[in-house]
């Protein structure tokens, strides 16, 4: 018997995802949408919506919730793959903190939309892959183990590849008030080449390069 999804045209699985959600979410019909720049143009009209922003390899839907976007490109189930143009818009949205979800069948788009909007998983909501996981976590630790004012030079910590992503998800751990939470605050310095923890309440000074540093909340 022939696996019908393995089957299944990108466009086909597109459009199934797209009605599951259009009929099981009304009241957010808009925030979920498709982008449609990689079909086949003559070269004039090919042109003229280039100029007017078409931008090769976007992915193919955009869903916006709660102040976050999720970027989800359609393939075929373990046939498909991202062109160079889509690798490359791909490591672009990723060097800003989004993540682009490959989606092959109609459950996998089905379980993403609904741990987006049940939010039983932070880190899922996120767009976390397994890898990028762990490696968050790893990070979240060394955060919370980090003594009163102590200060860490990112260099040391991170390798040149890793550094936008590093900064990310320290970034986050900020944005999300983990260290608040802890009553703790973990701040960059200004030319954000190193960063630092403080404690609630402790007077103790931070010194980077011969001086004390200034938080400026």
Same mark, same amino acid.
């Given at each position: 018997m022939i696996n019908s999804t393995?089957?299944?045209?990108?466009?086909?699985?597109?459009?199934?995802?797209?009605?599951?959600?259009?009929?099981?979410f009304t009241n957010l019909r808009g925030l979920l949408y498709h982008v449609p720049n990689g079909e086949l143009r003559d070269p004039i009209t090919a042109k003229k919506l280039q100029a007017m922003g078409v931008v090769p390899g976007i992915p193919d839907i955009?869903?916006?919730?709660?102040? =976050?976007? #999720? @970027?989800?490109?359609? +393939?075929?189930?373990?046939?498909?793959?991202?062109s160079d143009q889509q690798n490359k818009i791909h490591d672009i949205l990723?060097?800003?903190g989004f993540t682009v979800w490959i989606i092959d069948n109609l459950g996998q788009f089905i379980q993403l939309i609904?741990?987006?909007?049940?939010?039983?998983?932070?880190?899922?909501?996120?767009g976390v892959k397994k =890898?990028? #996981? @762990?490696?968050?976590? +790893?990070?979240?630790?060394?955060?919370?183990?980090?003594?009163?004012?102590?200060?860490?030079?990112?260099?040391?910590?991170?390798?040149?590849?890793?550094?936008?992503?590093?900064?990310r998800i320290v970034s986050e751990f900020m944005d999300q008030n983990y260290d608040l939470l802890a009553n703790f605050s973990i701040l960059f310095t200004p030319d954000f080449k190193a960063f630092y923890k403080k404690i609630d309440g402790s007077d103790q000074k931070v010194m980077y390069?011969?001086?004390?540093?200034?938080?400026d909340f």
């Open positions: 393995l089957t299944e045209s990108e466009a086909k699985i597109q459009s199934d995802c797209y009605l599951w959600f259009h009929n099981n955009c869903f916006h919730y709660k102040s =976050n976007t #999720y @970027f989800l490109e359609f +393939k075929k189930p373990k046939t498909g793959k991202a990723e060097r800003q609904q741990h987006i909007i049940e939010r039983k998983d932070p880190f899922f909501t996120y =890898n990028d #996981y @762990f490696y968050r976590h +790893k990070i979240f630790s060394y955060l919370y183990d980090m003594g009163d004012a102590e200060l860490v030079l990112i260099d040391n910590v991170c390798e040149d590849e890793t550094r936008a992503k590093f900064i390069n011969g001086a004390a540093v200034v938080a």
